[in-house]
């Protein structure tokens, strides 16, 4: 039996005729919003004049951050001075005609600009209300400023990637946390959505870098009452599996099936490891490493990582530590159409990652570059109602900006 399509409006994609205004800045939250935008919600990102302070960070991509370019494709760009009491006004014109309002504004802050939930709910029941914040809306750390790197440390993620080496704490670089936060503000979004199709109204939707945190550790983050609170927490595999170096550069191995381990052995011309029954499990693995590991390494010194990887095949799990760069050409990455070129007013063309999620019957849309400040506020504004007198008028006052970019030089 076929299924009629529902999804006749907007861009295509699961989340077509959805539209969202995305008030946040840095990454969590216009990350979450990017991710709506990629399913085919229609997403309109709401910057001050002075714009997301992402836009501003060093970068070796002239005239736009690269982060900013990356976190916030296929999304319209408008400005709005919220200070200003008309940029306020015209902000709750386009609420109600709204699905969902994200932001990532301290708590006490949207009460103040009466855009809190209790402030929009009665009006706007439908709307489903996503607030992204550091440590959440209550406790005695509910208006300290969250990132990233300090949830790292504070929750334990930090600790155990320097107890990996036996060294000080670490940061894991690549922001986790935000882009975990990201995800879990995009699955609550998508999940109220859902159930406001069963009951008729929105909801608040509450994500932080704590939560996320401390979610992403749900393995370690386990006390019983039969165990002190010092407990080793850590519950990897250990023994052979990890980064190993290698003739040129390091290979990832994880060898924890007996069909892997035995294959691990063959390919190294180890096959005596494999029929020793001192090392028939992971448990007596992780146990003995010192004696597997040695002569394991020994063996990877005869290949490079990239040798290796082509050796070990399907056989056993493994690969050689690449830079980010090197995805754009992987034939993996490229079968998968993960990659896409876009057209920016300013940075001109680059490729860029797409399609998150792959969908069967709803396929994502096309994505788009992100917008440069101001780039769609005239035409954003007209679709939600305003009349061309009001938008000179917003604009005059400085309230909003209606910004041309130079176009990118050939």
Request: glycine share 10%.
């Amino acid at each position: 039996m076929s299924c009629p399509s529902q999804y006749t409006t907007g861009r295509g994609g699961p989340l077509a005729g959805i539209t969202v205004l995305d008030l946040s800045a840095y990454l969590a939250g216009p990350y979450g919003c990017t991710l709506l935008a990629d399913l085919g919600a229609r997403v309109i990102k709401i910057e001050p004049p002075g714009g997301d302070n992402v836009r501003h960070y060093p970068s070796t991509l002239k005239p736009e951050a690269r982060g900013f370019v990356g976190n916030n494709r296929s999304k319209e760009g408008i400005v709005l001075d919220l200070k200003h009491p008309d940029g306020l006004a015209a902000l709750k014109r386009l609420i109600r005609q709204s699905d969902v309002l994200v932001h990532n504004f301290r708590p006490g802050v949207p009460a103040r600009l009466g855009i809190s939930y209790a402030c929009l709910s009665t009006d706007h029941p439908r709307l489903v209300y996503c607030a992204v914040t550091g440590y959440g809306e209550s406790g005695p750390l509910k208006d300290h400023a969250g990132y990233d790197q300090v949830l790292q440390t504070m929750t334990g993620l930090s600790e155990a990637q320097g107890a990996v080496r036996n060294e000080p704490p670490q940061l894991l670089m690549g922001s986790i946390v935000d882009y975990y936060t990201a995800c879990m503000a995009a699955f609550g979004i998508v999940s109220a959505l859902y159930a406001r199709e069963h009951t008729g109204c929105g909801q608040y939707v509450g994500a932080s870098l704590m939560r996320s945190a401390l979610a992403m550790q749900a393995g370690r983050f386990v006390w019983a009452d039969s165990e002190p609170l010092d407990a080793g927490r850590e519950f990897g595999s250990g023994g052979v599996t990890g980064l190993h170096p290698t003739r040129d550069g390091w290979l990832y191995i994880s060898a924890n099936t007996p069909h892997f381990w035995k294959s691990l052995c063959r390919l190294l011309g180890l096959p005596a490891l494999s029929d020793d029954d001192r090392y028939d499990s992971i448990r007596k693995r992780a146990e003995r490493a010192g004696e597997i590991v040695p002569a394991i390494r020994e063996a990877l010194l005869a290949r490079s990582a990239l040798e290796w990887e082509a050796v070990f095949g399907s056989e056993v799990p493994c690969a050689a530590a690449r830079s980010v760069s090197a995805m754009f050409s992987h034939p993996q990455v490229l079968a998968q159409d993960l990659v896409h070129r876009y057209e920016h007013p300013t940075v001109g063309s680059f490729l860029g990652f797409k399609n998150p999620i792959e969908f069967g019957a709803t396929p994502c849309p096309a994505p788009f570059a992100s917008p440069t400040l101001g780039q769609h506020t005239r035409t954003v504004l007209a679709s939600f109602g305003f009349e061309p007198a009001e938008i000179e008028a917003l604009e005059r006052q400085g309230t909003t900006s209606m910004h041309q970019p130079a176009q990118a030089s050939a």
